[in-house]
């Protein structure tokens, strides 16, 4: 483990909890950030004196004879929506900046009682709205293969961490394929559970029925070993699901005999999938059929509206989540002699160009006279694409497709074009309408190096069967 | 309910975007009125088709779990310290959060 590139999850927590110094590890990646984050800006800050500190706590439990968990000594990085008492977070906005939450996220005190060791922030675009952590008001994040394109989005910071073997395991968010899409670009693991496997307390909130938070690792047994610690029910979170979901760590090598994969043709073969994407996800679906799984195309015919109800949807509900920020509670104020002047000054000083055009077309599309023409319209496309999901799952027990239509693109490829940038979503906003478990994970490289990511959907509830899948493409990717 | 079609939208001006940052507590910029205008249109053209489709008889999903009416015990808990919010408020007097005036002088 002298590589910092090739840090793992599960052989740290092992070396640790048998005694190698939980120090050790932290200094090793903290080095690693140090050589290279003022290039990449996967971090918009971190604690080196905490997180030596927290690693020196979990040295002495192990010297006591104490088990501090799973994921012992392991470095974790975090999304900045993610609420840490005292620590900045600032969802990658000037309107929260300097703000330090009163509480912890679920999530976040989960990892802890595992035994990990959080080591920062990471970069993402403001308010988790975006496909490329452009959007930061802090400063994009860069492409460990290429720091001239983009890491994805929003969870571009988390992915790069990752893909910089700055840390091992790091937590993101996927609101309409944040994790996914990122982890695509990057070359990593990225999963989106079922909405409500993992709580949301401590998130800081984009559009409600959509987000979900999952892991981000260098492969699927570390994704799983970190979707373990983090899923299960939370009773601050009342969308959490009672019964949570079945372990993923405990079923990972039953491979994928008998296991029906569809291939979703409208994904595959969609306008503007690059070819060489195409090509990963049928080599992908040979590799699975090689495995003992009989495999079929399949179509999701609603998926075509997919995008348009999605960028409905969201808007909307965002533009009622970023109400509260105001200028009174918390964050930012310009002030003005009278209120609604101060609230409407503290917001367009302290709103990025994207999060003010999500709030204007979420306010547009729930005005007086549209409500059912747009909104009411988009959640019956939502209806329609769960019962395409429902009758593809009759016959199938997991679906693939490309993550992303493309692989990496340059910073500003897409800027003035907000359309063109919400197209990146295309592939994975569906696992979100629906609420289905959805992840990505590396199969190859394309043109210049750049990874390619396939991505694989299941059942709600089914996440054992789709990292079984994952885990046997991993095995047979190029 | 309508035929599909005619819930298409009238084309989207300068004075929409204005009323509907006034809706959002928005300040803009007329640069920014501007290129919203442009956007908001471009945006909206791709969602009339998702307006346009013949939906009458699928019900709305607000949500993707079946959960529904989530209770727990009444019983108090704490909350968070009053102090300790008020501290990362703009501006506070006497455990209250100040803002400025809100109905006009009588």
Same mark, same amino acid.
């Given at each position: 483990m002298t590589d910092p590139g090739s840090i793992n999850a599960s052989e740290i927590a092992t070396a640790v909890r048998n005694g190698h110094s939980a120090v050790e590890t932290v200094d090793r990646c903290l080095d690693a950030i140090a050589a290279r984050d003022d290039e990449l800006? =996967?971090?918009?800050?971190?604690d080196a004196d905490a997180a030596r500190a927290a690693a020196a706590a979990i040295d002495e439990r192990v010297a006591a004879g104490d088990d501090p968990g799973a994921l012992a000594g392991v470095p974790v990085a975090l999304k900045d929506n993610l609420c840490v008492r005292g620590a900045p977070t600032t969802c990658g906005s000037r309107i929260l900046e300097g703000w330090r939450p009163p509480y912890t996220a679920t999530v976040v005190d989960r990892v802890l009682a595992a035994g990990a060791v959080p080591i920062g922030k990471t970069n993402l675009d403001e308010f988790a709205?975006? %496909?490329? @952590? $452009?959007? %930061?008001a802090f400063g994009p994040t860069r492409n460990p293969?290429?720091? =001239?394109r983009v890491p994805g989005g929003s969870s571009g910071g988390s992915a790069a961490a990752i893909a910089a073997g700055f840390v091992p395991l790091a937590l993101g968010s996927d609101t309409g394929g944040s994790i996914r899409q990122p982890a695509s670009l990057c070359g990593v693991v990225g999963a989106k559970p @079922?909405?409500? =496997?993992?709580?949301?307390?401590?998130l800081i909130a984009f559009a409600s029925s959509l987000d979900q938070i999952g892991p981000l690792a260098g492969d699927v047994g570390d994704a799983a070993l970190l979707l373990d610690v983090i899923s299960g029910h939370d009773p601050?979170?009342? @969308?959490?699901?009672?019964?949570g979901i079945p372990s993923v760590s405990a079923v990972?090598? $039953?491979?994928?005999?008998g296991i029906r994969v569809g291939v979703v043709s409208e994904l595959t073969d969609a $306008?503007?999938?690059?070819a060489e994407v195409g090509e990963a996800v049928e080599s992908a679906a040979i590799a699975l059929q090689k495995a003992g799984a009989t495999v079929g195309p399949v179509s999701i015919p609603a998926a075509v509206h997919g995008l348009a109800a999605y960028y409905l949807i969201a808007p909307a509900e965002a533009s009622s989540n970023l *109400?509260?920020?105001?200028?009174?509670?918390y964050g930012l104020r310009v002030d003005a002699d009278d209120v609604a002047t101060m609230n409407a000054r503290t917001r367009a000083s302290g709103f990025g160009a994207e999060v003010k055009r999500r709030i204007m077309l979420g306010t547009y599309a729930l005005s007086a006279g549209y409500y059912d023409a747009y909104y009411g319209q988009a959640q019956r496309v939502r209806t329609l694409l769960i019962r395409d999901f429902e009758s593809a799952y009759e016959s199938f027990d997991v679906l693939l497709a490309p993550? %992303?239509?493309?692989t990496a693109f340059e910073l500003g490829?897409?800027? *003035?074009?907000p359309l063109a940038m919400y197209l990146s979503d295309v592939c994975t906003i569906l696992a979100n309408l629906a609420g289905h478990p959805a992840m990505s994970l590396p199969f190859g490289t394309g043109e210049g190096g750049l990874p390619i990511g396939v991505q694989v959907f299941a059942q709600p509830l089914r996440e054992p069967e789709m990292f079984r899948t994952a885990r046997v493409i991993e095995e047979s990717a190029p | 309910m309508s035929a599909p079609g005619s819930k298409r939208r009238a084309e989207i001006t300068a004075g929409d975007v204005e009323h509907v940052a006034r809706l959002a507590r928005l300040a803009l910029t007329p640069d920014e009125v501007d290129r919203f205008t442009a956007q908001l249109a471009s945006i909206f053209e791709n969602a009339d088709a998702v307006a346009a489709l013949?939906?009458?008889?699928v019900p709305p999903t607000a949500?993707?779990?079946?959960?529904?009416?989530?209770f727990r015990a009444d019983e108090p808990r704490p909350g968070l310290s009053r102090d300790e919010v008020l501290a990362a408020a703009p501006a506070a007097e006497e455990g209250w959060f100040r803002v400025p005036r809100i109905l006009e002088e009588p």
């Open positions: 800006h =996967a971090f918009l800050h971190v709205m975006g %496909s490329s @952590t $452009e959007n %930061s293969h290429d720091p =001239a @079922t909405y409500g =496997a993992v709580s949301r307390h401590g601050l979170d009342s @969308t959490s699901i009672p019964d990972l090598d $039953e491979g994928v005999e $306008e503007g999938v690059q *109400a509260r920020y105001d200028g009174v509670r993550t %992303s239509p493309t490829a897409k800027t *003035a074009d | 013949d939906l009458d008889d949500h993707p779990l079946s959960l529904s009416n989530v």
